[in-house]
């Protein structure tokens, strides 16, 4: 009985998590927003006890930060922080790329040239939203192919904060053409087993204005 609990408390947690962080990530609750137990509550049609640890472990994620009259609230990045998390990316995805062209399998390759085909269709129809998941899904499953666990959990957490940071960025229909492109180009590299040309095209691509406006 205490194990069934405890599972009813844990999916409920897990449903407030899924929630919270969609809509932090999503701009429906920007930066600044001041998070209420109470609302989320209400809203989520659960106690709070879900909806606390739920914002607990956000706030651990660095989602979330303590606000000035200790109340939870979404995280906001100053200029440096963003230049910062654009350092950190290039870095982390860096040591991915070059890592996977030695281990990368065939399935992993055609499941990264499945996403970027997902991709070219959201562009093609100017879906920005599912454009932006898959291009986060592309590059997570190269850290995944590399079989670095700990650098696709670091690189999952940074991937956050770039989504934040840039909520507000419109992206024109044929920049989202150009990504898929570019994302191409790195998967050609990993099926060559061309370290240094897929860290180019890698960089390449993290340096467009699209990417690099994280940075100011």
Known sequence: MQTERDAARGRLTAKAYRYVRTAVLSGEFPMGTVLAEGDLARALGT????????????????LLEVGPRRQLIVRGFTPN?????ALLREALEVIAVRHAC????????DQLRLLVLR????????NQEAC??????FHLKIAEAADLPILYGLLSQLR??????????ERHPAVLAEVTDENDSIIDALERRDAEGAVD???AHLN???YAEARS
């Not at 922080?81 to 998390?85: A, K, V």
């Not at 030695?102 to 390759?109: C, I, K, N, P, T």
């Not at 956050?160 to 960025?169: I, L």
Request: charged share 35%; no cysteine; hydrophobic share 45%.
């Open 47 to 62: 106690s709070r006890t879900p909806v606390r640890h739920a914002l607990s472990l956000l706030l651990k994620e660095g």
């Open 81 to 85: 922080d963003r230049r910062e998390i």
């Open 102 to 109: 030695s281990v990368v399998a065939d399935e992993d390759l």
């Open 119 to 126: 991709q070219r269709r959201a562009a093609a129809a100017s």
């Open 132 to 137: 932006v998941d898959l291009d986060e899904s």
């Open 160 to 169: 956050g904060f770039v989504r934040v940071a840039r909520v507000d960025v």
């Open 201 to 203: 095209a890698l960089i």
């Open 208 to 210: 467009k204005k699209e």
